[in-house]
């Protein structure tokens, strides 16, 4: 495995201040989802970004990061990977992480690969089908990387970046069939020294561009719950976004 599953540090973080201005939608009537739209002025033509969130899933963050890709041109949608039940931020420490991968909070609500995928598809098609996406790039954070990784094939997606990834696959980073860029902490239990490296070695046999950029003084989670008062918090989440569009702009427009 090149990064670990989901634990404790996934849900701790700072809450970003701002007034989200996407909007809310369903995903296959089913699903929610939140919707970021870029200006005329702004807008790249047929470009999308699918944004796979951390376990905190549809929250404040994950919405302001989403108007963020959408000022910076790219129709933006976050999805409900958890099917109504993500992970609250700050849980206490005993929270039990394998049992809600397993069986949800309420024991019939999995969020295993069989019960995410079908979202994961059913998002892709509405950007495709509902707004016109052509060019479709996608950003996975902690939970979210797995799902980039695995539809990160040229035809469902075509440009990937993770920040912080949990649950990758040696299998599945070796498959994938476009550009994949890594935004990675210091301090990370899930993706440590040693994964990482192993992920460079793997994503050097497979051909395709890539990028792993290494931020100090940070932990895991850092890109969507880092504290903005701390200045290398701060920089450190603002230039893994910019790292993000820049991957976009460079290889999916």
């Given at each position: 495995?090149?990064?670990?599953?989901?634990?404790?540090?996934?849900?701790?973080?700072?809450?970003?201040?701002g007034?989200?201005?996407?909007?809310s939608?369903?995903?296959?009537?089913k699903?929610?989802g939140?919707?970021?739209?870029?200006?005329?002025?702004?807008?790249?033509?047929?470009?999308?970004?699918?944004?796979?969130?951390?376990?905190?899933?549809?929250?404040?963050?994950?919405?302001l990061?989403?108007?963020?890709?959408?000022?910076?041109?790219?129709?933006?949608?976050?999805?409900?990977?958890?099917?109504?039940?993500?992970?609250?931020?700050?849980?206490?420490?005993?929270?039990?992480?394998?049992?809600?991968?397993?069986?949800g909070?309420t024991?019939?609500?999995?969020?295993?690969?069989?019960?995410?995928?079908?979202?994961?598809?059913?998002?892709?098609?509405?950007?495709?089908?509902?707004?016109?996406?052509?060019?479709?790039?996608?950003?996975?954070?902690?939970?979210?990387?797995?799902?980039?990784?695995?539809?990160?094939?040229?035809?469902?997606?075509?440009?990937?970046?993770?920040?912080?990834?949990?649950?990758?696959?040696?299998d599945?980073?070796?498959?994938?069939?476009?550009?994949?860029?890594?935004?990675?902490?210091?301090?990370?239990?899930?993706?440590?020294?040693?994964?990482?490296?192993?992920?460079?070695?793997?994503?050097?046999?497979?051909?395709?561009?890539?990028?792993?950029?290494?931020?100090s003084?940070?932990?895991?989670?850092?890109?969507?719950?880092?504290?903005?008062?701390?200045?290398?918090?701060?920089f450190?989440?603002?230039?893994?976004?910019?790292?993000?569009?820049?991957?976009?702009?460079?290889?999916?427009?």
């Open positions: 495995m090149t990064s670990k599953p989901p634990s404790q540090c996934c849900s701790v973080g700072v809450k970003f201040s007034e989200p201005t996407g909007k939608i369903k995903i296959a009537n699903w929610e939140y919707l970021a739209t870029p200006s005329p002025d702004k807008v790249h033509a047929g470009a999308g970004v699918l944004y796979l969130p951390d376990v905190i899933g549809v929250w404040q963050n994950s919405k990061m989403a108007d963020q890709f959408a000022a910076n041109g790219y129709v933006c949608l976050v999805v409900d990977l958890f099917n109504g039940d993500p992970v609250k931020l700050n849980r206490p420490a005993d929270f039990d992480f394998p049992g809600w991968l397993t069986k909070s024991g019939d609500n999995p969020h295993t690969v069989e019960a995410v995928e079908p979202i994961v598809e059913a998002s892709i098609k509405t950007l495709k089908e509902e707004y016109g996406v052509t060019k479709l790039g996608s950003v996975g954070y902690c939970f979210g990387a797995k799902y980039t990784v695995r539809y990160l094939n040229g035809d469902d997606i075509k440009v990937g970046y993770l920040a912080h990834p949990s649950f990758v696959t040696e599945e980073l070796a498959a994938i069939k476009g550009p994949l860029s890594i935004a990675a902490a210091e301090t990370d239990t899930i993706f440590p020294t040693e994964e990482r490296h192993k992920s460079e070695e793997i994503l050097k046999k497979t051909g395709q561009l890539y990028q792993i950029n290494l931020f003084g940070v932990a895991h989670g850092f890109s969507v719950r880092g504290n903005v008062d701390i200045k290398a918090e701060k450190a989440k603002e230039q893994a976004f910019l790292q993000a569009v820049t991957w976009f702009d460079s290889w999916l427009l």
